[in-house]
């Protein structure tokens, strides 16, 4: 394993070791990563099938990880996540299909997307993809005022200043209205790739600057961002569709969380619930326990108490089966469980 001090980390690697340490991840080939205090860009180049891209954020702060998957392996399939601000995704080649609060849009050459820290988002039907992302904290976006320009980016973008909601806008590159993009520009109409064609260069600009560190950069970066917003607020650009997805309600999340938990009788860790969620785990836990009085482990192990004697008055299983179906680590683990919600043994219940 090479240093996480390296733009890139490349792990050899079995899928069991992926899905223990690797938590978020979609398919894709490279990441090459820079950023700057609330501020973080990405170009990813996924044209190579037997890759995909890890977000290692459970091993370091920010960055992202390149896995080479071995042919022989599983290869995982892509999952929804969530990042920990704004996230804008702009296409510089090819195309891809994104998936976001389970809505699809296909994104072409120049098309883009802008999402809240609420939104769950995954990148599918890679073709060629080269993709520019910016990553954009709540904290730099008001200490440098750019909270503002969220809202009028389109006459039908409205972005909730509170975050309660997953919102997100899909930019598609329009095609040019000349003498109207004439007017706007007070000059010559511009051919009909000059416009996306600067946000392209925008943003490879913004990469450079941030890769560079070169003195003073921190304030161009700032100045690349406001040019890029005031880009997307041109109406000769693009047209836009602005979704937005309310949050679940805590009781609504608690019976959720209850009815998986019954629909799947077996040992579940909160780590499962919170990449089926999307809710980190205290706030998981505080929630179900608050509309349930009981907690999650609690509620876990009495459905799997009532499979355990289902199966052992319905069926044949051995014990070692039943604890091994129910996913109990040991058997020891599951007698200790048994005896303690059922008050004796598990063979005594069989008698």
Do not use: W
């Amino acid at each position: 394993m090479k240093s996480f001090d390296n733009e890139n980390l490349t792990i050899s690697s079995n899928s069991t070791l992926i899905q223990n340490y690797l938590k978020d991840y979609s398919l894709s080939s490279l990441y090459v990563s820079t950023h700057y205090n609330g501020i973080n860009v990405v170009i990813m180049n996924a044209t190579t099938p037997d890759e995909f891209v890890c977000a290692y954020t459970d091993l370091r702060s920010s960055g992202f990880v390149t896995i080479k998957i071995n042919p022989d392996t599983e290869h995982l399939p892509p999952r929804a996540q969530k990042h920990k601000g704004f996230e804008f995704i702009f296409v510089a080649n090819g195309s891809y299909t994104s998936v976001i609060e389970g809505h699809a849009y296909h994104l072409k050459k120049y098309d883009a997307i802008l999402m809240n820290q609420n939104c769950k988002n995954m990148m599918t039907e890679f073709d060629n993809l080269i993709a520019i992302v910016v990553s954009l904290s709540r904290e730099y976006l008001s200490q440098n005022h750019l909270l503002k320009h969220l809202t009028p980016l389109s006459a039908q973008s409205r972005f909730d200043p509170n975050y309660k909601n997953a919102e997100y806008t899909v930019f598609h590159a329009r095609d040019f209205d000349m003498a109207k993009a004439g007017e706007d520009c007070g000059q010559g109409a511009p051919s009909p790739n000059q416009q996306e064609e600067s946000v392209k260069q925008l943003l490879y600009q913004l990469y450079d600057e941030l890769k560079r560190k070169q003195v003073g950069y921190n304030f161009i970066i700032t100045g690349l961002i406001h040019r890029l917003f005031h880009y997307l607020s041109r109406d000769t650009l693009y047209f836009t569709e602005h979704k937005t997805e309310k949050y679940m309600k805590d009781e609504e999340l608690a019976e959720h969380i209850k009815l998986y938990l019954d629909n799947n009788p077996r040992k579940t860790t909160i780590e499962e619930l919170t990449r089926i969620f999307f809710y980190n785990r205290n706030h998981l836990s505080n929630v179900f326990s608050k509309q349930l009085s009981r907690s999650i482990k609690e509620y876990n192990n009495a459905v799997c108490m009532e499979e355990a004697k289902r199966l052992l008055t319905e069926t044949p299983l051995s014990i070692s089966d039943i604890a091994k179906q129910l996913n109990f680590r040991s058997r020891s683990q599951f007698y200790n469980v048994f005896r303690e919600y059922y008050g004796c043994l598990p063979k005594d219940l069989r008698r």
